[in-house]
């Protein structure tokens, strides 16, 4: 089995830990006029990958996605998922890298649409997102309930393509791109928040770009 590039995680790490200081507080404009966020930068002619050094293959077939924590589990294959109500979103999309792409062209399940299938219990206040790669990312529901959430499988019309996250990731806009899990493996309901792979090694809990929130301190 592969393993996740240390090297590539401890230099972003150590960069998130040289950036505390910077951003937000420094006397710019928040939030900033105008769609692109402070200190991001507009790419047209591609869309950018990142990733731990791997790139889970993972095919359709044997994809499978798990929900569980503090909600009856459940299991989805990819036939139960693809049957589930579709929409298709134009939005766009800001890493903490500081590039920026505008009117990506997505398809897939609406958190509101998944969530309603569920059984999550009333104590249930944060998620955690579980990337085949091992990767986690943490959200609390309030900030799954905003508009343009969602579970995606296709973008530009074709299937979501493996370096970016497929067969199936996540995707939350309004917040910088680490948020949105690739190669989703699981959806993990919990009592309280828990920081994630890359919330714990520096970077914000949060992630807002408008008031760019990059890094944070633990
Ligand atoms: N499973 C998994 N999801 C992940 C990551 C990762 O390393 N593993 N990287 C995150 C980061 S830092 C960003 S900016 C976005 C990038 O998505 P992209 O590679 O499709 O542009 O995916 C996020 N989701
Ligand atoms: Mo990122």
């Known amino acids: 089995m592969a393993e996740p ?19 937000k507080g420094l006397g710019r404009e928040y939030p900033a006029p105008g769609r692109l966020p402070p200190g991001q930068k507009l790419v047209t002619d591609s869309w950018p990958v990142l990733d731990l050094g791997l790139q889970p293959e993972i095919p359709q ?24 109500p579709q929409t298709e979103l134009i939005t766009d999309f800001h890493c903490v890298t500081t590039w920026s792409i505008y009117d990506a062209n997505i ?18 206040t944060h998620v ?28 530009a019309g074709k299937p979501l393509e493996r370096v970016h996250g497929g067969p199936v990731r ?3 806009p309004q917040l910088y791109g680490w948020k949105s899990a690739k190669w989703l493996k699981g959806i993990e309901f919990m009592p309280k928040d828990k920081r994630g792979f890359w919330e ?19």
């Open 107 to 124: 398809k897939g399940v609406l958190w509101a649409d998944f969530i309603a299938l569920l059984k999550v219990k009333p104590e249930a």
């Open 61 to 84: 077939d044997m994809w499978l996605l798990k929900v569980s924590g503090l909600a009856t589990e459940r299991t989805f294959k990819w036939e139960e998922f693809n049957a589930l």
């Open 170 to 172: 996540m995707w939350v």
């Open 5 to 23: 590039n240390e090297k590539l995680i401890d230099a972003k790490q150590n960069l998130a830990k040289t950036r505390v200081l910077q951003g």
């Open 128 to 155: 955690m997102f579980h990337g085949y790669d091992g990767y986690t990312t943490n959200l609390p529901l309030t900030e799954l309930a905003k508009p343009d959430v969602a579970l995606i499988h296709s973008f």
């Open 200 to 218: 714990v090694r520096g970077y914000h809990n949060h992630g807002d770009p408008w008031t760019e929130q990059r890094y944070s301190q633990p």
